[in-house]
Nanobody, 130 residues
Framework: VQLVESGGGLVQAGGSLRLSCAAS????????IGWFRQAPGKEREGISC???????????DYADSVKGRFTISRDNAKNTVYLQINSLKPEDTAVYSC?????????????????????WGQGTQVTVSS
């Protein structure tokens, strides 16, 4: 199982980024994917997740801190999950990581609990300047 994040960088406040999480080594469509971030000196935070498909739709969830600014999506044909980040704030500065967990059946809501995810990428740095 391999997860590789990309798309991070240095951006001014108010700007946007699109993070990617490219997966390999497992049946991507059967897994929930979560995005997490860890700022210096702070605990890791589960900010978003997207469930495996129930055949037509995906469920998604967001932390209150990012709701309305972040959008998660997935492209199973490309084995990739995206996190579109808009209206960036300096407090969004962190290392952003994606993680995967097997979902036993479709239609089950994903969770943002990091303890539920066994597979992790290395992370990508997002730095927002004021």
């Amino acid at each position: 199982v391999q997860l590789v994040e990309s798309g991070g960088g240095l951006v001014q406040a108010g700007g946007s980024l699109r993070l990617s999480c490219a997966a390999s080594g497992f049946t991507f469509g059967d897994y929930d994917i979560g995005w997490f971030r860890q700022a210096p000196g702070k605990e890791r935070e589960g900010i978003s997740c997207i469930s495996r498909s129930d055949g037509s739709t995906y469920g998604a969830d967001y932390a209150d801190s990012v709701k309305g600014r972040f959008t998660i999506s997935r492209d199973n044909a490309k084995n990739t999950v995206y996190l579109q980040i808009n209206s960036l704030k300096p407090e969004d500065t962190a290392v952003y990581s994606c993680a995967a967990r097997y979902s036993w059946r479709p239609g089950v809501r994903c969770v943002r609990d990091q303890g539920m995810y066994p597979y992790w990428g290395q992370g990508t740095q997002v730095t927002v300047s004021s």
